[in-house]
């Protein structure tokens, strides 16, 4: 439980990061901080927590962005759920893993965001943003990954080691 | 934990649907507001206005920085606008009407000396690349309602769109789906602003719908136009929005478009007021 409260707390302090300090120190900033943070979490975390800190930090998220609520918890949701089933079928501390599977899961939060603002009814130039934004934002999200993974990682062994049951 | 290991198939499919349905509800209501919005931005408001400032004076630092090493080049083409400046000034007519159009604005306030305007700081900017929104510290209780006109010290800034207990949401002219009321000052031709979505550093943003014949023409001023003539309406008249700097076919309709630089600074924006009647 110590581990999920600690990870949420830190993707609360990601989504604050990412849309007040982020935000205002590089303009027009093209990675999703939280996104990557949800990525890296969820294969470090075992499926049951990855989940929880998944949700709360959707639930924060969308609570900040206009019009809609919900999109950003299915996309967390769902990439915690997916990562947590095929976590321990991969050799996650291989970089190229980790970038494919960056890589993979900002195109489906594009995904999902099309297809909630296409139910919406909420009007954007879906083709103008995958031009312009996607390819960098992908980039930067994959760069991003693994110094956060590490980071994480590095948390997580020296602080929020799971004790062994027998 | 044991329970939701069990059941997390389960729990994710019916936390899709319901947030599915969410998305559906919020979307309906064109807002995003409601009890537990407001319990998170009251809590992390204070952490997020630190931040917001933290993140301001690093950027300035960088700013300050980089702009040394461009001081020569700046220089060079500040000699060049000062020239360019005494050239205009030799054309006294359009300087005189110039002038005329700029002190009306820039006497915005005290022209509307029974405006009743509000000063806030802007705390993050939400929504990424997909909206064109910034969140200020003044809400509800404030007086701030749906609609109202947000203007920084030159110019027009936004509209509120989702008002909380303490904080605003503000979607900013740079947003696609701004589409705020516009009128080229020199020609009357009323058009609607919305945002450009653009890769580069400088936003724009465009007034679509002018007359197809449009005498309007690059430099022209365009300001806020109030095409509600009810007394309970929000909009305000004359702020100014900022220059127009190219003009273009809007196809495949019979209209123009122009292009307009902000006359807001929206890189630095700090300080905002709300005009709130």
């Known amino acids: 439980m110590k581990r999920v409260f600690v990870f949420v707390v830190l993707g609360i302090f990601s989504v604050i990061l990412q849309q007040a300090f982020l935000s205002s120190l590089i303009q027009n900033i093209n990675f999703d901080l939280v996104l990557v943070f949800i990525i890296c979490s969820s294969l470090l975390l075992d499926e049951a927590e990855s989940f929880l800190v998944a949700f709360f930090t959707g639930i924060v998220f969308d609570s900040f962005l206009p019009y809609i609520f919900g999109v950003n918890s299915i996309v967390y949701v769902i990439t915690a759920y997916l990562l947590a089933l095929i976590q321990k079928k991969i050799y996650k501390e291989k970089t190229v893993i980790l970038l494919f599977l960056t890589f993979t899961f900002t195109l489906f939060k594009y995904f999902i965001y099309f297809s909630s603002y296409y139910i919406a009814s909420i009007s954007i130039d879906f083709l103008s943003v995958l031009k312009q934004d996607f390819i960098i934002e992908v980039t930067l999200n994959m760069l991003v990954s693994k110094f956060l993974y590490n980071l994480l990682k590095g948390i997580i062994y020296s602080y929020l080691q799971k004790e062994w049951k027998f | ?277």
């Not at chain 2, 030799?90 to 000396?113: H, I, W």
């Not at chain 2, 945002?195 to 005498?215: M, Y």
């Open chain 2, 1 to 277: 934990m044991d329970f939701i290991k069990n059941k997390l198939l389960t729990i994710v499919l019916v936390l899709c649907l319901a947030f599915t349905i969410f998305i559906g509800i919020t979307a309906g209501h064109k807002g995003n507001t409601g009890l537990f919005q407001n319990i998170i931005s009251i809590t992390l408001q204070p952490i997020q206005k630190n931040l917001y400032k933290a993140g301001q004076r690093i950027s300035n630092v960088f700013y300050f920085v980089s702009s040394i090493a461009n001081l020569k080049k700046e220089n060079d083409m500040l000699k060049k606008e000062v020239e360019e400046l005494r050239l205009k000034l030799v054309d006294y007519d359009k300087v005189k009407r110039e002038n005329q159009e700029l002190n009306s604005l820039l006497n915005f306030k005290n022209s509307n000396a029974n405006l009743k305007l509000i000063g806030a700081n802007v705390i993050a900017k939400v929504g990424r690349d997909w909206f064109d929104v910034i969140l200020i510290d003044v809400g509800a209780k404030d007086g701030v309602k749906k609609g109202q006109y947000v203007i920084a010290g030159n110019g027009f800034v936004g509209q509120i769109i989702e008002v909380n207990q303490n904080s605003s949401k503000v979607m900013t002219l740079l947003d696609e789906m701004a589409n705020i009321p516009a009128k080229v000052s020199s020609t009357e031709e009323v058009g609607l602003v919305s945002g450009v979505k653009t890769i580069n550093k400088d936003k724009q943003c465009k007034i679509t719908l002018l007359p197809f014949d449009t005498k309007a023409k690059e430099g022209d001023l365009v300001v806020t136009t109030n095409i509600i003539t009810e007394d309970s309406s929000l909009v305000q008249n004359d702020i100014l929005i900022g220059k127009i700097t190219y003009i273009e076919d809007e196809k495949p309709n019979l209209t123009k478009l122009a292009y307009i630089r902000p006359a807001v600074d929206f890189n630095k924006l700090e300080k905002v007021m709300v005009i709130i009647k």
